[in-house]
């Protein structure tokens, strides 16, 4: 029985989702993952672990960095499935090094989906049709698209996975997306929140009013 579990387990766990919350927020001048919404328990980051939960993600990392204990505290109470993992080197080497600390205990990962801490509005449907895209093409880098506009999360296959960890930390996996340009599928999405992200207090407000009471 133990074997057909494990055999289980690793089918489901082809995908990892990670959140990168590592930065210090310097311009919203406090952590972002910790930005209420419709509620205390509502934060950013509570709300992309509820999305990525709420369509089947198995494996969910946390990238903390700046401020680890406020961005835990941030995500309340989680179960076994979402883990947190700290980048020490967060300032030193930029987003780069949040995403290659994701991608530690890669034996049986498939692909890794990304997304900033500060893009919490995805819908679950959209995080489904960008997995269910990415199964269906095995594409290098899958992620969600409008017209010319890019959003998160980003779905980067492990075909890309030594390209990013020697990318110049200076570009981050921007190196790679460029590379990548005719690997990449962009799928379409009817999902506003896909291609919004919140880096001022300006942003965070008129953000509230627009996605603040959706969970």
Known sequence: ???????????????????????????MGRPKAALCLSDRADTFVARLIRTFQAAAIPDIVVITGAQPDAVRAAAGRVGRKVRFIDNP????????SSLLAALKEDQQLEALM????????????????????????RAAIVRPSRGDEHGHPVI?????????????????????VRARQADIL?????????FIDVDTPEEYRAAVTLYGGRK
């Open 114 to 137: 990304m997304t900033l801490v500060d893009a919490p509005f995805v819908a679950p449907a959209t995080v489904s049709a960008l997995v269910h895209a990415w199964r269906s093409s």
């Open 156 to 176: 980067f296959d492990r075909a890309v996975f030594e390209e990013l960890r020697h990318a110049d930390p200076s570009v981050g996996a921007k190196a790679v």
């Open 1 to 27: 029985m133990k074997s057909v579990h494990y055999a289980y387990v690793m089918m489901w766990t082809v995908v990892r989702a990670a959140i990168l919350a590592a930065g210090a927020s310097s311009r």
């Open 89 to 96: 080197h967060w300032e030193r080497d930029g987003q780069l």
């Open 186 to 194: 962009n799928v379409p999405v009817d999902d506003r929140g896909a």
